[in-house]
């Protein structure tokens, strides 16, 4: 970034501080979206960087004066002379941030998740230690910490979904798009090394309207993702005594544990057995009614049927 800033010592015993206002600048980080800095400042020493701190929003395209989705952030560091900034371990906290900005696109064909509350409550918010870039591979900084809570999560395109729509169908009172089903609560704890080829999101647990919950952990290396994941439904939106295999009920929930597997554009998980066992099989592709191939059919009866006769009338 580049700034006009104006210098000025501050007393602090026998050891001046240099103090650069680094207010109203654009900072730029490789792979990340565009920030704008409302305030900013770095502390020198004799040491070195004693402090360093950036605050604003994320620019989106919007006058930062009026964006309709705010997403403030604040970054803060220090490092030695003689280190190299970039392999410090800076921190971000910050509000309404995308996952697909922060790692990258592992995820993003079947999670896509903003996170880090609005309210101003630091217990909230994200939290992110990362390391700025240094390698040609490194798409963006790489990143460790607590997303914070989540404001919506949406998941789609696993087989598991249909699953649980299927597993629900019945219930005519409440009926749930959980073909896609969108999360309004949760957290969990991000990692990626910044190459598209590590990233994890661990300790998931994430909430949809009272009724659905998922917990468990995915991994991605850029060509595959793994994991597990736990889906939990409340007891009264299934038929309980038709569970499929692999499904418990525990107290008031049903509890259905699923594999992930595939690729990050094509994720799959090992519910297909389940699923056949739920779905009527008429509700089956090439499932009919009729008789397999050397099923003895009844013969028709030689007897004719007998003559009834009302009022007269036959």
Aim: glycine residues 10%.
């Amino acid at each position: 970034m580049t700034a006009e800033a104006y210098i000025r010592t501050s007393g602090n015993g026998t050891e001046p501080e240099y103090v650069l206002d680094l207010s109203q600048q654009k900072l730029k980080i490789k792979g990340w979206p565009l920030m704008g800095v409302d305030s900013g400042s770095i502390i020198l020493n004799g040491n070195g960087v004693k402090q360093l701190t950036f605050s604003g929003f994320l620019d989106k395209g919007r006058l930062l004066n009026k964006p309709t989705d705010l997403s403030p952030f604040m970054i803060t560091g220090n490092f030695l002379l003689g280190t190299d900034f970039r392999h410090q371990a800076w921190t971000l906290t910050g509000r309404n941030f995308d996952l697909l900005s922060l790692v990258g696109d592992d995820f993003a064909s079947f999670l896509k998740v903003q996170m880090g509350e609005q309210e101003v409550d630091e217990k909230h918010e994200l939290k992110l230690d990362f390391a700025l870039p240094v390698t040609d591979e490194q798409k963006r900084p790489s990143v460790k910490g607590y997303s914070g809570s989540v404001i919506k999560a949406t998941m789609l395109r696993l087989p598991v979904l249909r699953l649980l729509a299927a597993m629900t169908a019945r219930n005519t009172e409440i009926r749930l798009p959980y073909s896609s089903p969108v999360f309004t609560s949760g957290s969990f704890l991000l990692e990626s090394d910044g190459t598209d080829r590590s990233a994890s999101l661990k300790e998931i647990s994430l909430f949809e309207q009272g009724f659905l919950g998922v917990t468990g952990v995915l991994y991605s290396n850029g060509s595959a993702v793994t994991g597990e994941l736990v889906f939990k439904i409340p007891s009264y939106m299934v038929d309980s005594r038709r569970l499929p295999s692999g499904v418990t009920q525990e107290g008031h929930e049903i509890i259905l544990p699923v594999k992930i597997s595939g690729t990050p554009a094509s994720p799959q998980d090992n519910s297909a057995g389940m699923l056949q066992e739920v779905e009527p099989r008429a509700d089956r592709p090439g499932m009919g009614t009729a008789p397999s191939r050397g099923t003895a059919l009844p013969a028709p009866s030689s007897t004719p049927p007998a003559r009834i006769t009302v009022d007269g009338f036959m």
